[in-house]
């Protein structure tokens, strides 16, 4: 703990006032570029990996960067994303997952989460994409990142399942990606759903 006090000193002594301008205007609104849905991974730092400022991303995260399939009015998925899109009005929604996830690995392996009964619950959100890449018989070598990447492509599916971002793709007001963060190389691939395969973002 002693450690994350000196960083709070740190931030107001030495990064605060360089950027008093920013935080004057933040303290007025937010105006997002982007609902940034990822895991809750400690490697995984969006406004680091996308080169943003604060204020720039809304980021929501859950371990598995998982977004349950729209079934009712009452889900806090469907009010997060009302709240980002009619209110604060973002017009990009990105879901990223990661290399090395935790929860991918718990995907892949179910065993892992004997014991853990919430957490197993919680990634049956997983289940999906892994009957998808075993079906494939692919190496082992690759079924985690296979698991990992059909992951985002089906939780971008089920993103699509709720009215309110029915309503934007059809207004034309928002804009769907899907990511894979690779911690290693510091690379973002992102999907190609016409391809059916994601791509390294390039300049
Ligand atoms: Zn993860």
Redesign the pocket.
Known sequence: MDSIRKGVITFQRYVFPQHKALFRRLALGQTPKALFIT???SR?DPTLITHSDPGELFVDRN???FMPPFHGENASEAAGLEYALKVLKIPNIIIC??SD????KAVWHPEMTDGLPSVKRWLRNGNEARKQVMTRKLPEAEQLAAITERNVVNQLEHLRSYPVVQDCLVSGTVRIAGWVYDIEHGKVLEYNSEADRFEVIKG
């Open positions: 895991c809750a991974d995984v371990a598995g960067n997952g990661h996830c935790g929860a991918m």
